[in-house]
């Protein structure tokens, strides 16, 4: 299966979820997970999502610019990197962002494990499975 | 583990743009046969062709000005994850280019480092 398609689905799910449904990025990361969030530094699943659904904004809306991936590892990892548009309810100019996400393999990624800002549950695997 | 990550991080990235800056050629010695670069979405692999890329960019010189370092220890192997943003200053360009940068750092047997990932790209707008 082509990485470059795996990780813009992955991307999209990511954000998707972000957007619409945001504690239920926990199930794309695990407890060995870490995220850094403008430098702050957070592990595990619980603490990331308690972070990321503690951000001052309720609504927002990612549009996504480009999507970059490499394997990378002898694992079969890979690194996936985003950069885009955060749009915030009520601000008139979206925040450029840029997010890069690893993940120990690329079944992984396929298959809801392991994973830093990994990739992770039925949703996905289905939607993968029709690439 | 994660303090030794920020300083690797930190001592790579002053070290990577120093050489970019003043040396290009000379950072093929931190890239492997192994290693990649994607560039604005170009993908290129090996360090004589990512060297070669690097030095065949529209201009000869350059400054690049780290805004964020962020670092992450990216497996029990020693692996690191380096995340900068920053702007690049050309010569005779009134305003700034970001750019965003993303290494994966790998060990070496020797205990230093070489970059297996590499993905860049600028922040338009």
Same mark, same amino acid.
């Given at each position: 299966?082509?990485?470059?398609?795996?990780?813009?689905?992955?991307?999209?799910?990511?954000?998707?979820?972000?957007?619409?449904?945001?504690?239920?990025?926990?199930?794309?990361?695990?407890?060995? +997970?870490?995220?850094?969030?403008?430098?702050?530094?957070?592990? $595990?699943?619980?603490?990331?999502?308690?972070?990321?659904?503690?951000?001052?904004?309720?609504?927002?809306?990612?549009?996504?610019?480009?999507?970059?991936?490499?394997? +990378?590892?002898?694992?079969?990892?890979?690194?996936?990197?985003? +950069?885009?548009?955060?749009?915030?309810?009520?601000?008139?100019?979206?925040?450029?962002? +840029?997010? $890069?996400?690893?993940?120990?393999?690329?079944?992984?990624?396929?298959?809801?494990?392991?994973?830093?800002?990994?990739?992770?549950?039925?949703?996905?695997?289905?939607?993968?499975?029709?690439? | 583990?994660?303090?030794?990550?920020?300083?690797?991080?930190?001592?790579?990235?002053?070290?990577?743009?120093?050489?970019?800056?003043?040396?290009?050629?000379?950072?093929? !010695?931190?890239?492997?046969?192994?290693?990649?670069?994607?560039?604005?979405?170009?993908?290129?692999?090996?360090?004589?062709?990512?060297?070669?890329?690097?030095?065949?960019?529209? &201009?000869?010189?350059?400054?690049?000005?780290? !805004?964020?370092?962020?670092?992450?220890?990216?497996?029990?192997?020693?692996?690191?994850?380096?995340?900068? !943003?920053? !702007?690049? *200053?050309?010569?005779? *360009?009134?305003?700034?280019?970001? &750019?965003?940068?993303? &290494?994966?750092?790998?060990?070496?047997?020797?205990?230093? &480092?070489?970059?297996?990932?590499?993905?860049?790209?600028?922040?338009?707008?």
């Amino acid at each position: 299966m082509d990485p470059d398609a795996v990780s813009k689905a992955f991307v999209e799910h990511y954000y998707t979820l972000f957007d619409a449904n945001r504690g239920a990025l926990a199930n794309l990361y695990q407890e060995t +997970s870490m995220l850094t969030f403008e430098g702050q530094k957070i592990q $595990g699943s619980q603490s990331i999502v308690a972070k990321l659904t503690s951000l001052p904004f309720q609504q927002c809306q990612h549009s996504i610019t480009t999507v970059d991936c490499q394997p +990378s590892g002898p694992a079969g990892g890979m690194l996936v990197f985003v +950069s885009g548009n955060l749009q915030l309810a009520g601000e008139q100019h979206a925040l450029k962002f +840029s997010q $890069g996400f690893r993940c120990d393999s690329f079944a992984d990624l396929l298959l809801n494990r392991r994973a830093i800002g990994g990739c992770g549950d039925l949703i996905v695997v289905a939607f993968l499975l029709v690439l | 583990m994660e303090e030794q990550a920020e300083m690797v991080g930190r001592a790579f990235v002053d070290h990577y743009y120093h050489l970019f800056d003043t040396d290009r050629a000379s950072l093929s !010695s931190l890239y492997q046969p192994s290693s990649m670069l994607s560039f604005e979405g170009q993908k290129l692999f090996g360090a004589n062709d990512i060297s070669s890329k690097l030095n065949q960019l529209p &201009f000869d010189q350059c400054k690049h000005l780290i !805004s964020t370092i962020d670092s992450q220890p990216s497996s029990p192997s020693g692996g690191i994850v380096v995340f900068v !943003s920053g !702007s690049l *200053e050309l010569p005779g *360009e009134e305003h700034h280019l970001r &750019f965003s940068q993303m &290494f994966h750092l790998i060990p070496t047997p020797e205990g230093t &480092f070489f970059v297996q990932n590499d993905i860049f790209r600028l922040n338009y707008g």
